[in-house]
């Protein structure tokens, strides 16, 4: 997903120029960011883009917003995410990938995949994700699996996946058939596909 | 029976209590910030606190289909400890939430200069952000406390509409009825007020700008009592219509007003006013 399409995207929402005005706004006023990034919501509406599959106006109104600062975008998604409810962190992490940073946002998804929510759980496994180290991906995966969270939400799954998260999800499907539970089906399709290919890599 | 229940700490309660609330009727809730039993040392431990209202709260209440808002503030107990004061520089950014439907809980404990203080510094940033207030009244010498509550919202210069003045009793009800704030009562197992004594003042004093509330919190507490209001009202004759209207529709009026209270998941035909035909749910926004 790029900025554009996000923009052609949002051009039915319930407020257009709000967000046009927003957005010349905080390129030439980049601290205005900080008061029109929660409104966003309100003003864009929170439902699903039909145009951008997987995203709504809100998510897609803010990562806009973040994509249109002239300058210090680290240092505003740093503050966005800390200073922001649920929602707000959520398009933060959404953002990260299309933000010129590098790596610089790696703290903030060490901190959702640390907490319970599973929206936040699930928007730090997207295309930024590839800066996450082997170890920090797969617990985060395996997270994914264990709170339900669809692996659909996970970038580069099958790329990334390893013989170390074959044997990490083959454990919690033990874990899971001696208590009479089973896995999540995407996560059982996993470990069978990993299994299928591990002999030949070895 | 759908119920709104406008101020109830579910930070305190459990997994059970929702699912308890959500099964009686309970469809959205609003968690006003207060204190915590044990009082804090620092604003960043209000930070946390805040940010859990607006973050991890939501998303609990949420699987259990239970729509949760909240209002933020620093409260008239903690406004006395000089380490909590600079929580009112950190309250705008909240104030700006998509969650957040009005400052609160502000208002009166001790009735001390700096309570003072607080309650009309926030008073003021409730009118500059546009949002409703949520007042708390003392529960000790609550009349006279009552009295100078609506003295200094009358000076604030907040239009009275967009007040709740809390946990009232059968002393205070006719001196906030008269001032044209909304009318909060904090429905408890055996002190503040009771189902029975809350049927009592609608017989009284009519549904208009009644809130009926559990205040369901860390203390002795039951988040089923609005529920149980609406019940007492059923046998008192009250109509379902009245009781909806005092369960529900009374509240989304109340905090609708700060334009943020989006409803829209919970939205059925039957969420139609029925005077205008419109829907009701979405506030001002």
Same mark, same amino acid.
């Given at each position: 997903?790029?900025?554009?399409?996000?923009?052609?995207?949002?051009?039915?929402?319930?407020?257009?120029?709000?967000?046009?005005? !927003?957005?010349?706004?905080?390129?030439?006023?980049?601290?205005?960011? /900080?008061?029109?990034?929660?409104?966003?919501?309100?003003?864009?509406?929170?439902?699903?883009?039909?145009?951008?599959?997987?995203?709504?106006?809100?998510? !897609?109104?803010?990562?806009?917003?973040?994509?249109?600062?002239?300058?210090?975008?680290?240092?505003? !998604?740093? /503050?966005?995410?800390?200073?922001?409810?649920?929602?707000?962190?959520?398009?933060?992490?959404?953002?990260?990938?299309?933000?010129?940073?590098?790596?610089?946002? #790696?703290?903030?998804?060490?901190?959702?995949?640390?907490?319970?929510?599973?929206?936040? #759980?699930?928007?730090?496994?997207?295309?930024?994700?590839?800066?996450?180290?082997?170890?920090?991906?797969?617990?985060? #995966?395996?997270?994914?699996?264990?709170?339900?969270?669809?692996?659909?939400? #996970?970038?580069?799954?099958?790329?990334?996946?390893?013989?170390?998260?074959?044997?990490?999800? !083959?454990?919690?499907?033990?874990?899971?058939?001696?208590?009479?539970?089973?896995?999540?089906?995407?996560? /059982?399709?996993?470990?069978?596909?990993?299994?299928?290919?591990?002999?030949?890599?070895? | 029976?759908? =119920?709104?229940?406008?101020?109830?700490?579910?930070?305190?309660?459990?997994?059970?209590?929702?699912?308890?609330?959500?099964?009686?009727?309970?469809?959205?809730?609003?968690?006003?910030?207060?204190?915590?039993?044990?009082?804090?040392?620092?604003?960043?431990?209000?930070?946390?606190?805040?940010?859990?209202?607006?973050?991890?709260?939501?998303?609990?209440?949420?699987?259990?289909?239970?729509?949760?808002?909240?209002?933020?503030?620093? &409260?008239?107990?903690?406004? &006395?400890?000089?380490?909590?004061?600079?929580?009112?520089?950190?309250?705008?950014?909240?104030?700006?939430?998509?969650?957040?439907?009005?400052?609160?809980?502000?208002?009166?404990?001790?009735?001390?200069?700096?309570?003072?203080?607080?309650?009309?510094?926030?008073?003021?940033?409730?009118?500059?952000?546009?949002?409703?207030?949520?007042?708390?009244?003392?529960?000790?010498? +609550?009349?006279?406390?009552?009295?100078?509550?609506?003295?200094?919202?009358?000076?604030?210069? =907040?239009?009275?509409?967009?007040?709740?003045?809390?946990?009232? &009793?059968?002393?205070?009800? +006719?001196?906030?009825?008269?001032?044209?704030?909304?009318?909060?009562?904090?429905?408890?197992?055996?002190? +503040?007020?009771?189902?029975?004594?809350?049927?009592?003042?609608?017989?009284?004093?009519?549904?208009?700008?009644?809130?009926?509330?559990?205040?369901?919190?860390?203390?002795?507490?039951?988040?089923?009592?609005?529920?149980?209001?609406?019940?007492?009202?059923?046998?008192?004759?009250?109509?379902?219509?009245?009781?909806?209207?005092?369960?529900?529709? &009374?509240?989304?009026?109340?905090?609708?007003?700060?334009?943020?209270?989006?409803?829209?998941?919970?939205?059925?035909?039957?969420?139609?006013?029925?005077?205008?035909?419109?829907?009701?749910?979405?506030?001002?926004?």
């Amino acid at each position: 997903m790029t900025p554009d399409s996000l923009r052609t995207a949002l051009r039915g929402v319930p407020d257009p120029d709000w967000l046009d005005t !927003a957005l010349r706004r905080v390129a030439t006023e980049p601290t205005e960011i /900080t008061r029109l990034f929660p409104a966003a919501g309100r003003r864009c509406g929170r439902g699903a883009l039909p145009d951008a599959p997987g995203w709504t106006a809100d998510d !897609a109104a803010r990562v806009l917003l973040l994509t249109a600062l002239p300058a210090d975008h680290a240092a505003y !998604a740093d /503050t966005l995410y800390r200073h922001g409810d649920a929602a707000e962190r959520r398009a933060v992490l959404r953002a990260l990938p299309l933000l010129p940073i590098g790596a610089a946002g #790696v703290p903030l998804l060490h901190d959702a995949i640390r907490t319970n929510d599973t929206r936040l #759980v699930a928007a730090a496994l997207g295309p930024y994700a590839r800066h996450l180290d082997a170890a920090a991906w797969r617990q985060a #995966v395996l997270k994914c699996v264990f709170s339900g969270v669809p692996l659909a939400a #996970v970038a580069d799954l099958d790329a990334r996946a390893d013989g170390e998260l074959a044997a990490m999800l !083959a454990a919690l499907a033990a874990e899971r058939h001696a208590a009479g539970r089973e896995l999540p089906a995407d996560a /059982t399709d996993l470990l069978d596909r990993l299994t299928a290919a591990l002999p030949r890599e070895a | 029976m759908r =119920i709104f229940d406008p101020h109830i700490h579910m930070t305190s309660r459990t997994t059970d209590d929702y699912e308890r609330m959500a099964a009686a009727g309970v469809r959205a809730v609003v968690e006003p910030s207060f204190w915590l039993g044990q009082p804090r040392t620092s604003a960043a431990s209000f930070t946390d606190y805040f940010d859990s209202l607006i973050g991890w709260e939501p998303f609990r209440a949420g699987q259990f289909g239970v729509r949760h808002f909240a209002t933020v503030a620093l &409260n008239p107990k903690e406004a &006395n400890d000089p380490r909590c004061r600079p929580v009112l520089d950190l309250l705008p950014r909240y104030l700006d939430k998509d969650a957040v439907v009005a400052v609160g809980e502000i208002g009166y404990d001790s009735m001390t200069p700096e309570e003072d203080e607080a309650f009309a510094a926030q008073l003021a940033l409730a009118v500059a952000h546009d949002l409703p207030a949520l007042v708390h009244t003392p529960h000790r010498d +609550k009349a006279r406390g009552c009295e100078r509550t609506l003295a200094v919202v009358a000076e604030s210069g =907040i239009d009275p509409g967009r007040v709740v003045v809390d946990h009232l &009793n059968e002393v205070t009800v +006719k001196l906030v009825r008269d001032s044209g704030c909304w009318l909060g009562f904090s429905i408890y197992p055996d002190t +503040k007020m009771t189902p029975s004594r809350m049927v009592g003042l609608l017989r009284e004093y009519g549904t208009e700008r009644m809130l009926v509330n559990s205040a369901a919190d860390w203390g002795r507490s039951d988040p089923l009592l609005t529920r149980a209001t609406g019940e007492a009202m059923s046998q008192a004759g009250f109509s379902d219509d009245d009781i909806d209207r005092v369960l529900w529709r &009374n509240p989304v009026e109340f905090y609708g007003q700060s334009g943020r209270l989006d409803l829209s998941d919970l939205e059925d035909p039957a969420a139609v006013d029925p005077q205008t035909g419109n829907s009701i749910l979405r506030g001002g926004s």
